[in-house]
């Protein structure tokens, strides 16, 4: 068992010093803040205008809960909660590997430490986002299913458990599961794989956690999902365009699947091993964003796709070509998260001068509808944010939708959603009488596709805001940012 752990242990001191001191992504920063306001009373989904389910609120919980008792910094508490999850994947998965008898320890160790390095070194620079905490949840799950016989019932349940507070976080990743019980049916010519126990045991939670969402958060079916419906498609990026952020994976895969073709000895783990990458492929495809971090559950269960089926052909054979095969197909995957190391932002680092006030006793808000601008700013510059959202995603779909449509109806519920929106906004304005105020001042804003928008005219409008906005000077410009500010350093009560 030590000697399995040697790689994990050794990559996982190098992603300790790599994380050491850096900023956690956009996404992240603004989860360590907006959990923060909710454990302080604030209602998710009714006052926090955010559009994923609440499981990523419970999760945050933990860590930003332990820095308040502890007195650390939540974002390093983050990481470690992050760092001690990859462990437990790794122990579990090790255990399950080591019951395997065909499999050899040099294989064992190869598996596992490509895992390690899947786990820690890709995600590197979009560490503990939901994608890659769904990545480590699910990865025991996967190696549950390569192994030739079944573990125990109690084994099954626990993985399946640990398995679902990944699965929970984002609805598209049901399609793996989904994936690996088809592939077990079909192999079978029968439907009694679906009643084992780790998929009762996975549907069962599913159902009393969106049973739970209605009943303690009604806000997020009745506001936020409707919303999210009718807007956030302005978001998608072309299927083409995301497709071309998939084809090194779609690659590597059909390396993968190559290797389980030449090898006969171990059909079934293989076509389970590449089918969960094509399901992670998949997932990336319909979320229709490109963004780097839901690429990670299609790199890593690609990288186990493909080094899975080189060590069973290797060991298979006894010959060296499928693993030198499955290094070169690796390379290929890590390359760009070697290239670009943690996460950086120098939009944060750039505006911080502009806060004259003390660390602690800051306030701004951001008038934009991109999330790297608010977070993590906040973060680093210790600075209460105003906006109760992530990012003001509710303008660019109701102003893009509005300038399509010529439809009298269309054009009303549009522009209700955008007043919706403008009332928000200033709500929040009004409520912290922000120090530092950013405005997108662009032609072309991100996501809006083109539809002109001014943020500064829209809320204008509000006569409460203009005659508040006499308060505000121009300082100076961060890129297409225009930095307004206002004298005094008072925050909200």
């Not at 690659?251 to 073709?261: F, G, R, T, Y």
């Not at 690429?295 to 089926?309: L, Q």
């Not at 409460?464 to 906005?469: K, L, P, R, T, V």
């Amino acid at each position: 068992m030590t000697r399995d752990f040697s790689a994990p242990a050794i990559i996982m001191a190098i992603t300790v010093y790599l994380l050491w001191g850096t900023l956690l992504s956009h996404d992240i920063s603004w989860y360590l803040i907006s959990t923060g306001w909710w454990l302080d009373g604030v209602e998710i989904y009714a006052d926090i205008l955010e559009l994923n389910p609440p499981l990523a609120f419970y999760l945050t919980a933990i860590p930003v809960s332990i820095a308040r008792v502890t007195g650390l910094d939540p974002t390093a508490t983050y990481k470690g909660f992050v760092l001690v999850l990859t462990t437990g994947s790794l122990i579990i998965s090790q255990r399950l590997l080591n019951s395997e008898a065909s499999l050899s320890p040099t294989a064992r160790r190869a598996v596992l430490a490509v895992a390690a390095v899947g786990l820690l070194l890709l995600p590197i620079g979009d560490f503990g986002q939901r994608d890659h905490l769904f990545s480590i949840l699910f990865l025991p799950f996967l190696v549950m299913n390569l192994l030739s016989k079944d573990a125990s019932r109690p084994v099954r349940a626990g993985i399946a458990i640990w398995a679902t507070f990944g699965i929970a976080l984002k609805h598209y990743f049901l399609l793996l599961p989904l994936a690996i019980l088809a592939y077990q049916v079909i192999a079978r010519h029968s439907l009694r794989p679906a009643l084992k126990v780790e998929y009762l045991v996975m549907a069962a939670m599913l159902v009393l956690y969106v049973a739970a969402t209605v009943i303690l958060h009604p806000a997020y079916f009745d506001s936020v999902v409707p919303l999210a419906m009718q807007v956030y498609g302005a978001f998608d990026a072309p299927f083409f365009s995301t497709l071309s952020h998939a084809r090194i994976l779609i690659l590597v895969l059909l390396v993968a699947l190559a290797l389980l073709v030449v090898n006969g000895a171990r059909p079934r783990s293989n076509a389970v091993a590449v089918l969960t990458g094509a399901a992670a492929i998949a997932v990336f495809l319909i979320q229709s964003k490109g963004w780097s971090y839901q690429r990670i559950p299609a790199t890593i269960f690609v990288m186990m796709a493909v080094i899975w089926t080189a060590a069973t052909l290797s060991q298979t054979q006894k010959q060296w070509w499928p693993t030198a095969m499955a290094a070169v197909s690796l390379m290929l995957l890590m390359a760009p998260a070697l290239l670009h190391g943690p996460y950086q932002n120098s939009f944060a680092k750039d505006v911080n001068p502009y806060f004259t006030c003390a660390p602690g006793k800051r306030s701004f808000q951001i008038f934009s509808s991109t999330v790297s601008t608010g977070f993590p700013l906040a973060n680093y510059a210790n600075a209460t944010p105003a906006n109760r959202a992530p990012t003001l995603w509710l303008f660019p779909g109701a102003s893009y939708r509005l300038s399509l449509t010529k439809d009298p109806a269309e054009q009303v519920i549009y522009r209700a959603t955008l007043e919706e929106a403008r009332s928000r906004v200033l709500a929040d304005f009004f409520r912290t009488s922000p120090q530092v105020v950013i405005v997108d001042e662009s032609l072309h804003k991100q996501y809006f596709n083109g539809a002109p928008f001014d943020y500064l005219a829209y809320f204008s409008e509000n006569s409460g805001f203009a005659e508040a906005w006499r308060n505000y000077a121009l300082k100076g410009h961060v890129g297409n940012y225009a930095i307004y500010t206002r004298e005094g350093c008072d925050l909200p009560d």
